[in-house]
C-alpha cells in the first residue's frame, strides 16, 4: 500500500506561469516532508522541506504546504523556469523510523515547462 | 558538498551472475542506503545501514544483500541476477541519530539483465 502518493504523473506548464505539484500521504506518524529534483541520468538532489508544525516552507521561487488534517502537501514554483522541467518526488518520514530516518517516497511527477 | 559517488553509471549483466554495485560517500555520512527506481513506482528502498557492519532490511529486499565493512562503502549484491532487476539503483547517505533525514543521492547506475 502506496503511504506517499503522487497522482499526477505529469505536469506542462508554461515559462512564467505557477507549477503546482501534489503529494498525498496515509501515515499520519509521518512528520518531515521533503521535496526532490530529479533530472534524467542523475540522482535525485534535495529541493525543499517541511516539518509538521509548520505549514509553510518558502526558499526563493519554491514554496511548500502542509495541511495535516487533509495529509496533503503541495509544492509551488513561481515563475517556472524551463530548467525546473524534471520528475519531482515527495517524500515523507516519521520519527519512528528508527536512527536511519528511512524516506518513503511517492512515484514521481514528471513536470516540463514549456518556452 | 556531499559527494555519492557510485562504481558504474551502465552496467550489462546476464541472468544468473553476480552483480557488485559499490558506493562511495565522502562525508562521513553514519547512514547509507540503496533504492531502486521503476517508472510509475518512485524509489523504493532495498537495504539501508545506520553503521559499519549493520543492516536493515527495506521494502524490497529479496534478491539481494549488502555489505558495509567501512563508514564509507555500501555495496549492493545480487547474488542471481535476474530480468527483473533491471532498474536504475541509487545508492544515497545521510548524517546520523534524528537529524533533519536530508538523503544525498548519488547519479544511479543503469543496471540491465539480459
Known amino acids: 500500500d502506496q503511504q506517499v502518493k503522487q497522482n499526477s504523473p505529469s505536469l506542462s506548464v508554461q515559462e512564467g506561469r505557477i507549477s503546482i505539484l501534489n503529494c498525498d500521504y496515509t501515515?499520519?506518524?509521518?512528520?518531515?516532508f521533503l521535496w526532490y529534483k530529479k533530472y534524467p541520468a542523475e540522482g535525485p538532489t534535495f529541493l525543499i522541506s517541511?516539518?509538521?508544525?509548520?505549514d509553510k516552507n518558502e526558499d526563493g521561487r519554491f514554496t511548500v504546504f502542509l495541511n495535516k488534517s487533509a495529509k496533503h502537501l503541495s509544492l509551488h514554483i513561481v515563475p517556472s523556469q524551463p530548467g525546473d522541467s524534471a520528475v519531482y518526488f515527495c517524500?515523507?518520514?516519521?520519527?519512528?523510523?528508527?536512527?536511519?530516518?528511512?524516506?518513503?517516497f511517492g512515484s514521481g511527477t514528471q513536470l516540463t515547462v514549456l518556452p | 558538498d556531499v559527494k555519492v559517488t557510485q562504481s558504474s553509471r551502465y552496467l550489462v549483466k546476464r541472468t544468473g551472475e553476480k552483480v557488485f554495485l559499490e558506493c562511495v560517500q565522502d562525508?562521513?555520512?553514519?547512514?547509507m542506503f540503496w533504492y531502486r527506481q521503476d517508472p510509475g513506482l518512485g524509489l523504493r528502498l532495498i537495504y539501508f545501514?545506520?553503521?559499519?557492519?549493520?543492516?536493515e532490511k527495506g521494502d524490497i529486499p529479496e534478491g539481494y544483500s549488502v555489505s558495509r565493512e567501512k563508514k564509507e562503502r555500501f555495496s549492493l549484491i545480487l547474488e542471481s541476477a535476474s530480468t527483473n532487476q533491471t532498474s536504475m539503483y541509487l545508492c544515497?547517505?545521510?548524517?546520523?541519530?534524528?537529524?533533519?533525514?536530508?538523503?544525498?543521492f548519488g547519479p544511479g547506475t543503469r543496471l540491465t539483465v539480459l
Open positions: 544515497a547517505s545521510s548524517l546520523g541519530g534524528g537529524g533533519a533525514g536530508r538523503q544525498f
Open positions: 501515515n499520519s506518524m509521518f512528520d518531515y
Open positions: 517541511i516539518s509538521s508544525i509548520k
Open positions: 517524500a515523507a518520514m516519521s520519527g519512528s523510523s528508527g536512527s536511519a530516518r528511512q524516506l518513503t
Open positions: 562525508m562521513d555520512h553514519e547512514n
Open positions: 545501514s545506520y553503521d559499519v557492519k549493520m543492516k
